[in-house]
């Protein structure tokens, strides 16, 4: 398969994290909307990591996978604490960053 149609698919998954990420108001959401968007990152440096011959996109999609597994650990614990103190997880009603 050619590269571009491997970056047209990394490409339409970006793009629907977006939507995702700008229309949801649930956090869950929102945070398999970044996941998708992260693993479309992955495809794109997997796909120039095999095209170029190279081990450095792998490289960086080990990195970014790592990262990915930190951020929802910390973030699904701040979802969970917020619920917790307030009953919502709703980002339109929670004011908790406000002074």
Same mark, same amino acid.
């Given at each position: 398969?050619? %590269?571009?149609?491997? =970056? !047209?698919?990394?490409? %339409? =998954?970006?793009? %629907? $994290?977006?939507? $995702?990420?700008?229309?949801? #108001? ?5 945070? &398999?909307?970044? +996941? =998708?968007?992260? /693993? ?5 440096f997997i796909t120039f990591a095999r095209a170029l011959q190279g081990l ?9 996978v790592t990262v990915a597994a930190a951020e929802v650990a910390i973030g =699904?614990?701040? %979802?969970? &604490?917020?619920?917790? /103190? #307030? ?5 339109? +009603?929670?004011?908790? !960053?406000?002074?």
């Open positions: 398969m050619p %590269i571009t149609d491997y =970056l !047209m698919v990394s490409g %339409i =998954l970006f793009v %629907i $994290g977006t939507v $995702g990420v700008v229309v949801r #108001r649930n956090p869950l959401l929102m945070f &398999m909307s970044v +996941e =998708l968007m992260w /693993n479309a990152v992955n495809l794109t450095a996109g792998q490289v960086f999609v080990f990195l970014v =699904l614990a701040i %979802i969970v &604490m917020v619920f917790r /103190n #307030r009953k919502t997880v709703d980002v339109d +009603e929670i004011h908790l !960053m406000k002074g």
